[in-house]
């Protein structure tokens, strides 16, 4: 069965702990991974797409990386603005085409 | 703000009733996913439209339903709701037409919060 699982489910870290999240899948084939980040109340903001093992992409304090079982969101150095629910998703064809979530990594920044 | 606009924002209802909830997908967008997030969980996939037709569809229940309309926006039709039903919605919108080697990131609403009592 195609499955997206995240870990932690919460992590609370201090200002400037720097810390990884975790994404594992089984998807027959990936065809890219992407990496979403949402607020409260808030619809997801896409952050990063990954298409290959190997690949790394970066944007301000998040460093996301893929390999052939997992990807990690790596945080340096974080903020209290850095707090945030972290989703991945990967795309699915199988009987259908369609893109699954995972349930998500609770980030918690104290300042 | 992502360009997607969803209403309405928040709708409370008693069970049995039918509700409508709308999406306008970012200019130039073709695909409409729909997605349901309850409480402390993750968002469900439920149905994906592609430039009025139907690509995909997920654990969609038979009491929903859902259409792209040709100006491309679309609803969700949620009927004889249920307690169970109170969720956050959201819609999001893609140039791409959705499976092998044509998905990509998504943009999504900022949501419908439906409230069923």
């Known amino acids: 069965e195609d499955q997206v699982t995240q870990s932690p489910e919460a992590l609370r870290l201090q200002e400037g702990e720097s810390s990884s999240l975790n994404c594992s899948y089984t998807v027959s084939g990936l065809r890219g991974l992407f990496w979403y980040r949402q607020d409260p109340g808030k619809g997801p903001e896409f952050l990063f797409t990954?298409?290959?093992a190997g690949e790394e992409k970066e944007k301000e304090r998040l460093k996301a990386t893929l390999t052939k079982k997992e990807s990690f969101l790596h945080i340096t150095a974080p903020k209290p603005e850095d707090s945030a629910t972290y989703l991945c998703a990967v795309p699915v064809y199988s009987s259908a085409s369609k893109i699954i979530f995972g349930s998500g990594t609770r980030l918690s920044i104290r300042p | 703000d992502s360009g997607v606009t969803q209403t309405p924002k928040h709708l409370i209802t008693a069970t049995g009733q039918r509700v409508t909830l709308r999406c306008s997908p970012r200019s130039g967008d073709l695909s409409v996913y729909w997605y349901q997030q309850s409480l402390d969980q993750g968002l469900q996939f439920l149905i994906q439209y592609y430039n009025g037709e139907e690509r995909a569809k997920g654990n969609i229940l038979e009491r929903f339903s859902a259409q792209q309309f040709p100006d491309l926006h679309s609803e969700l039709n949620l009927s004889s709701l249920e307690l169970g039903d109170s969720a956050l919605y959201f819609c999001?919108?893609?140039?791409?037409?959705?499976?092998?080697?044509?998905?990509?990131?998504?943009?999504f609403g900022e949501g419908s919060r439906l409230t069923v009592l």
């Open positions: 999001a919108s893609s140039p791409l037409r959705g499976g092998d080697g044509d998905t990509g990131e998504l943009f």
């Open positions: 990954l298409y290959s």
